[in-house]
């Protein structure tokens, strides 16, 4: 498996630098919705993979080039689960809790409630709108943030709600809490 070259990361100029060398791929973009390290599931697999492999190693009933064969792949395999391991930020924990309230807050308001949506009283073009353009006002705490979302508020610091979206889910994996948006939707 070829590995893509090292790139310096597209996302600059924040304190909080999410997406990493590993999360860049060989066009020098973010390849990623989230950053790799946000993708427990993807890593417990991979672990899992691992394990497995070791297994098969151990057991012995295997041709010793089978075995040799399967020892490199475990080795190329801890290396890529310790690169995404050890992509995950250091940031302030409090920090970016405080600023996932204030963008849950935020996303919440722009939402149409339940009820309004299951009684089918929900505007469809506002909700599509809201969705795609800019409708959510970033503080300055939030627009570095962003940035390190891989997220470009415009000049007026402005988002759409699927970016903050975007941006509370990383915030919320960051800090090892559910990163369901619909949990955000009022009654």
């Given at each position: 498996m070829a590995r893509p070259k090292k790139v310096t990361?597209?996302?600059?100029n924040s304190?909080?630098?999410?997406?990493?060398e590993i999360d860049i791929n060989h066009h020098g973009n973010v390849g990623s919705y989230l950053p790799a390290w946000a993708y427990s599931q993807l890593i417990g697999d991979l672990q899992s993979e691992i394990d497995k492999d070791e297994i098969q190693v151990s057991?012995?009933?295997?041709?010793?080039?089978?075995?040799?064969?399967?020892?490199?792949?475990?080795k190329l395999?801890?290396?890529?689960?310790?690169?995404?391991?050890?992509?995950r930020p250091k940031v302030d924990?409090?920090?970016?809790d405080n600023i996932q309230k204030g963008l849950g807050e935020k996303i919440s308001d722009s939402m149409f409630t339940y009820t309004d949506m299951h009684r089918g009283t929900a505007d469809a073009h506002e909700e599509a709108r809201r969705m795609s353009e800019p409708c959510i006002k970033l503080s300055d705490a939030e627009a570095n943030f962003a940035i390190g979302c891989n997220v470009v508020p415009n000049g007026n610091r402005m988002i759409?709600?699927?970016?903050?979206?975007?941006?509370?889910?990383?915030?919320?994996r960051y800090i090892g809490e559910n990163s369901n948006i619909e949990m955000l939707r009022k009654g």
């Open positions: 990361p597209v996302v600059e304190d909080f630098q999410m997406f990493s057991q012995q009933n295997i041709s010793s080039d089978k075995a040799n064969e399967l020892k490199r792949t475990i395999k801890r290396e890529r689960l310790a690169e995404i391991v050890d992509s924990t409090d920090q970016v759409s709600r699927n970016q903050a979206a975007k941006m509370w889910k990383i915030a919320r």
